[in-house]
C-alpha cells in the first residue's frame, strides 16, 4: 500500500467517482470551538465512500477476470458500492446478505443490479456459501477493507481532503474518520502522509466497538467482544485488518470513541447546520469534533462523513429533541 | 438586468460562494424515466440560494453605504443569508421578522450576528416600521427578489448549471425552479439565456399558490388569493415582481405546479436518495420531475432544490411512509 497506489485508483477513478464538496458552518465552529470542515462523502455515489474501493477493486482487474464477475459479502454500504461499481463496469455482481437483512438494503441492491443471494444466519457458513459460488461461477472475492485496490481507492478521498484543505490555506490539522475495519482510515493516512504531512488521521469508533483504539493503544490486533447492539451498524467490525493495522499504527493519532448517543447528536447537527443526511455511524467523527474537543488538537479539524444510508425511523429519532444525549 | 451583471456578481461572489453540485441517482432516474440532474443549492451556506443574493447586494453597495448596515424583511431563508452576508461584510444587519415568527429562526439569525427587530403582524405596518428604522440609521434595503443586484446573485446558479450540465455533455433541457417572488427563476432564466441556449427556465410552484404560473398564461401580473396555507412557505409570495415577471414572461418556459403531499414525497426521495435535507418548498422541482414526468419534455431535465431549512416535525412526516401522497 503505498501513494502510488492511491493516484492509479484516482485516475482509474476520474469521471466516475464524485468528488465531494467539504463543507463548513459557522454554528458548528462555535460548538466545536474550532474550524470544522466537513467531507461530505455522504453525497458520492450510493451514499457512501464504499463506492470508491468498489470501483478502484473492479477497475483494477483484468477484463477477462471483471468478466467473469465478482461477490461481495455484505448488507450495507459495501454491497451498494460495489453493485454500482459492477453494473458500470458490466459485470455480474453476486452480494450474498443474511436472510434477515432489511428489505430496504435487499431492495436497493437488487435495484443497482445485483443479485442478492440469502443465506440464513443460524445455519449457513457464509464464507462457505461464498467460496462455493465463487468456485462454481468464477467469481472474484471483493473484500470490504483489508485489499489494497479497495484501501487505494477509500484513499482518494485524502488526496481531495489533501488538495481542498490546501485551497483553505490550513496546512496543519487532525483528520477525524469514522472507522470499521480501517480501510478508510489507513487510505485517508497514506495519502495524507504523502500529500499533507500536517494533516493526521484518527480513527473514530462507537463506545464499546473501538477495537482500532485499543488495537493501536496495545500495538497489537485486538477484537471486539461483540460485533451487534450498535446504532452505528455500519462501522462495526470484529477487528482491524491485518493489512490496515499496519499503515493505522504507523500513520494515525490515537483513536478516538463516541456513544450512540452522540452520534445521534451528530446526526442531528449534519441535519440542522450542514444539510446533510448522515447515518449514525457515518457521523462518529463529527459527533468527537463537536462534542469531545478536548481531545483533539488544534485550530481547525477535518471531519469526514462517511455514509448516509439510515433508516427514517432512526433518523428522525436522532432529530427528535426529547432523545437523550 | 442582464447576463453582464450576473458575470459582474459572479466575480464579487467569487470565493465566498460556494459552488454547489450538480448530483444524480439511478433511482430516480428510473422514477423520472429520464435522466435527472439535480443542482443542490441547499448545501450554499445558511442552507439556501438567498446567500448569493444577499451577498451580491451588499457587495454591489459602495463602502459606505454598506458600513451604514442593511435591513430586510424576512422571516426565512433571505433573512439568513443577508445576515451572514452582512456578518461576512462587517456590515451592521437588522432584520424585522413578526413576532410569532419560529423561536428557530429567529435564533438562527441572531446567531449570524444580525440584530432580529419583532413587529405585532397583527397591529404593526411592516413597511412602515421598516423604513422608519431605515431612516433613522441609515440602512440600506435588501429587498428579496425584486432587485437587479438579488436577482444577479441568484444569477449565478444559472452560470454553474450552464457549465455543470456541458460537463455532463447535455446541451438541451428543461430547468425546473422553485419559484416565489422569481428572483431565482429569472436569474437564472438571464443566465441560461446567454451562456446555455438550450436550457429553459420552468418555474414551479405549490398549487393555490400559482401566481407565477397564471400570470405567465395571462401574460400580466396575477396574485395569490392568499398567502397562508401552505407547507412550501419559503417560496409563497402574493405575486411575481415588476422587475422578475418580464424576465420569466420572455424566457421561461410554462410553469408548473405541484401538491404539498407530491413536494413531500420529493423530500423523502431526495433523503433516501440523495441524502439530502430539502424544505417542502425547496423541494417543489424534484416534485415536478418525479411525479409529472409528462409535463416536461426532454431525454434529460434539470432540477434545482432550492432551501433545506426545515422543521424536523415537518421533515419526519415527509419520511412517514404512512403520509398521504
Known amino acids: 500500500m503505498n501513494i502510488a497506489m492511491i493516484e492509479a485508483a484516482a485516475g482509474r477513478l476520474a ?23 466537513v467531507k461530505a462523502e455522504c453525497l458520492q455515489h450510493t451514499g457512501s465512500f464504499k463506492f470508491r474501493g468498489g470501483w478502484s477493486a473492479l477497475s483494477a482487474l483484468s477484463p477477462e477476470t471483471r468478466a467473469q464477475g465478482v461477490i461481495a459479502f455484505s448488507s450495507g454500504n459495501h454491497a451498494q458500492g460495489v453493485a454500482l461499481a459492477a453494473r458500470r463496469h458490466g459485470a455480474p455482481c453476486v452480494i450474498l446478505m443474511p436472510s434477515d437483512a432489511p428489505r ?20 449457513g457458513d457464509r464464507d462457505a456459501i461464498g467460496a462455493a459460488l ?15 485496490q479497495v484501501i487505494a481507492g477509500q484513499g482518494t478521498v485524502g488526496l481531495e481532503i489533501a488538495e481542498q484543505t490546501r485551497e483553505e490555506g490550513i496546512d496543519a490539522a487532525e483528520v477525524l474518520v469514522p472507522c470499521g475495519g480501517g480501510g478508510l482510515a489507513s487510505g485517508i493516512a497514506t495519502a495524507l502522509a504523502a500529500r499533507a504531512p500536517g494533516l493526521r488521521v484518527r480513527p473514530v469508533e462507537p463506545e464499546g466497538f473501538d477495537d482500532v483504539r485499543r488495537s493501536l493503544l496495545a500495538g497489537r490486533i485486538e477484537r471486539n467482544p461483540r460485533t451487534t447492539g450498535s446504532l452505528c451498524d455500519a462501522i462495526i467490525t470484529p477487528a482491524p485488518g491485518v493489512i490496515t493495522f499496519p499503515i493505522m499504527a ?3 493519532g490515537p483513536g478516538l470513541a463516541v456513544s450512540d448517543a452522540e452520534a445521534l447528536r451528530a446526526v442531528a447537527a449534519a441535519f440542522h447546520r450542514l444539510r446533510l443526511v ?43 429533541p426529547g432523545t437523550p444525549g
Chains 1, 2 share one sequence.
Not at 481531545?295 to 455514509?307: L, N, Q
Open 278 to 320: 448522515a447515518e449514525p455511524g457515518g457521523a462518529v467523527a463529527l459527533a468527537a469534533a463537536l462534542l469531545r474537543p478536548k481531545e483533539i488538537e488544534g485550530d481547525a479539524v477535518v471531519v469526514v462523513i462517511s455514509g448516509g444510508n439510515v433508516e427514517p425511523g432512526t433518523f428522525c429519532r436522532a432529530l427528535d
Open 134 to 148: 465463487a468456485e462454481s461461477r468464477g467469481l472474484t472475492l471483493v473484500k470490504p477493507f483489508d485489499d489494497p
Open 104 to 123: 430496504i438494503k435487499i431492495e436497493n441492491t437488487r435495484g443497482l443490479g445485483a443479485e442478492v443471494v440469502l443465506y440464513d444466519r443460524a445455519t
Open 250 to 252: 504507523a500513520l494515525c
Open 15 to 37: 469521471g466516475v467517482v464524485r468528488r465531494t464538496p467539504i463543507l463548513t458552518s459557522p454554528f458548528l465552529d462555535e460548538i466545536a470551538g474550532r474550524r470544522v470542515l
